[in-house]
């Protein structure tokens, strides 16, 4: 996204649906304001980290990542939706 453009919810959802991924991987996405947050998580077996993905489309700036495995255990809320919008402080 260029700066000064504007991120658009729907068009990142309509990209987000066009991609060939299993069916199993829950996708979130969010608009807040310029920014949007993605969310991609393979449901885990509830006693491991949680594996996702997150993204963030803004104008300038573009990134995706893996949340430290800290963040991602269950109630940690790293494989959240929000946190690729405001990403939590790295652990400890």
């Known amino acids: 996204m260029p700066k000064g453009g504007r991120s658009d919810g729907a068009e990142v959802r309509r990209v987000v649906a066009t991609l060939d991924m299993d069916p ?8 807040d304001g310029d920014r949007v947050g993605v969310l991609l998580l393979v449901p885990g077996d509830g006693s491991g980290a ?6 963030r489309v803004a104008p300038g700036a573009t990134s995706v990542w893996v949340p430290p ?24």
Do not use: F
């Open 24 to 31: 199993k991987i829950r996708t979130e996405v969010k608009a």
């Open 50 to 55: 949680q594996d996702c993905l997150l993204a």
């Open 69 to 92: 495995r800290m963040r991602r255990m269950l109630g940690e809320g790293g494989c959240a939706v929000g946190n690729a919008l405001d990403p939590a402080p790295p652990p400890h």
